[in-house]
């Protein structure tokens, strides 16, 4: 594929006029972390104004009652309808390793007679990390099973039915994974878990926004999600968690707070749950980067999760394509999926010096892509504003730091953040 063949890709394609709104201040840069950190919505900064000066700096204690007490709830609900669930079921709040926590003990506890977690070695270590305090936390009594990759991309289907058996209480599992974009096939588990009579949490970190997630039709028992990364609320923004609505009167968070009880301004000295999800809900909520996402949140649902899925497909196909064309002579491997259904929006390339061309790409390129360990490239396509050129040009900086070699003068050892 020639640059003129991807900018003609950009022409005909309807979500390119999403990428003016937002802030993208410096030309030439090629922002490939959307799988990280998405970029500002003008939306976003302009609504931000709005809170700060007006919510905040004059409406003072009253924007608790003008709209911030219900925003958790409310803003939720448009998370909803980008995974797939019924009004009810998913709030904001904390971060995805929080929100794991509570719904993992909150699960295991309602199948009290069963001793094994089963996830995978893809999963993202907060998660797993996660389940090992609990299990700790519960006595020790529970196992954690993780079904290893076979090709360090993919998990088989199969492995991991095997895994799941009567003994099981809880399958948890990264929907698309942080490494190498693997998706699993996430209504086979959910109805393998079922069976057996398991239950069923996802980490929609990945997905969500992206890939069509489609929680109530699965039958997802609950999961979990960030919404920094192709969702665009911005660093630190609140996670969001769903739990079924048939389990919610059923379960208790583990964290006991004045924002999950029923009536929180009575002040009554013992803990009733609130009714619905809302237990879930722990203390004051961040409202300014509560509220700092939904400009972004709308800007997502306008667009529409299947033609940006479908643009997702195209980009990272266009990238697989132009990795075997330019890269693979240059000694990268894929590190993802080659099938687009098995595929999230991320595409991982593998070569032994990735930590130093990355370096290279930032420094001498302004391409910026994320490094993991240990010969990793990783690059995040938010259709809503990743162009095919960006692809294009991304992928001829990388033949050029290698080509030239470039990358060898800098040094390979590792800075805090990769
Ligand atoms: C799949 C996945 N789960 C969980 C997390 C952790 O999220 P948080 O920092 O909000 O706890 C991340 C962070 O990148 C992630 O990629």
Not at 188 to 217: N, Q, Y
């Amino acid at each position: 594929m020639t640059s003129d063949e991807a900018r003609a890709l950009d022409r005909h394609d309807t979500l390119a006029p999403f990428r003016d709104r937002f802030v993208v201040d410096q030309p030439g840069l090629i922002y490939l972390n959307g799988n990280s950190l998405g970029r500002l919505p003008k939306a976003t900064a302009e609504r931000m104004r709005e809170v700060v000066e007006q919510e905040w700096g004059c409406d003072l204690i009253r924007g608790w009652n003008r709209s911030w007490y219900e925003a958790a709830v409310r803003i939720g609900e448009k998370v909803a309808q980008l995974v797939g669930a019924a009004p009810g079921q998913v709030i904001l709040s904390d971060s995805t390793s929080v929100n794991l926590f509570k719904l993992v003990l909150a699960a295991l506890e309602l199948r009290p007679d069963r001793n094994r977690i089963v996830s995978d070695t893809l999963n993202f270590p907060s998660d797993l990390y996660v389940l090992q305090s609990c299990v700790r936390l519960l006595g020790g009594r529970h196992h954690i099973h993780l079904v290893p990759s076979e090709d360090d991309i993919s998990i088989s289907l199969e492995a991991l039915h095997d895994e799941i058996d009567e003994q099981t209480a809880l399958v948890t599992l990264s929907h698309v994974a942080f490494k190498t974009g693997f998706c699993h096939d996430a209504a086979a588990i959910t109805e393998r878990a079922h069976e057996v009579g398991a239950l069923v949490l996802w980490d929609l970190s990945h997905s969500v926004g992206v890939v069509p997630t489609e929680l109530d039709r699965w039958g997802a028992d609950m999961a979990v999600g960030c919404t920094y990364k192709y969702l665009c609320g911005g660093p630190g923004a609140p996670a969001f968690l769903y739990v079924r609505r048939e389990l919610q009167e059923r379960v208790l968070s583990p964290v006991w707070g004045w924002f999950g009880q029923q009536a929180p301004f009575e002040f009554d000295l013992t803990y009733q749950p609130a009714e619905g999800i809302r237990r879930f809900l722990v203390g004051t909520s961040p409202i300014l980067s509560l509220l700092a996402l939904e400009p972004a949140l709308d800007l997502v649902l306008e667009a529409g999760v299947q033609a940006i899925r479908a643009k997702s497909v195209r980009l990272t196909s266009m990238l697989v394509d132009l990795m075997d064309e330019v890269l693979v002579p240059l000694g990268f491997a894929l590190g993802s999926p080659r099938d687009p259904d098995r595929r999230g929006s991320h595409v991982s390339i593998l070569h032994p010096e990735a930590y130093r061309i990355n370096r290279a790409l930032i420094e001498e390129m302004n391409v910026l892509a994320d490094f993991r360990e240990p010969n990793l490239l990783r690059f995040g396509l938010a259709p809503v504003y990743t162009s095919f050129t960006d692809v294009w040009q991304a992928v001829d900086c990388i033949r050029q730091v290698v080509e030239t070699g470039h990358y060898r003068s800098y040094s390979p050892q590792r800075q805090p953040v990769t």
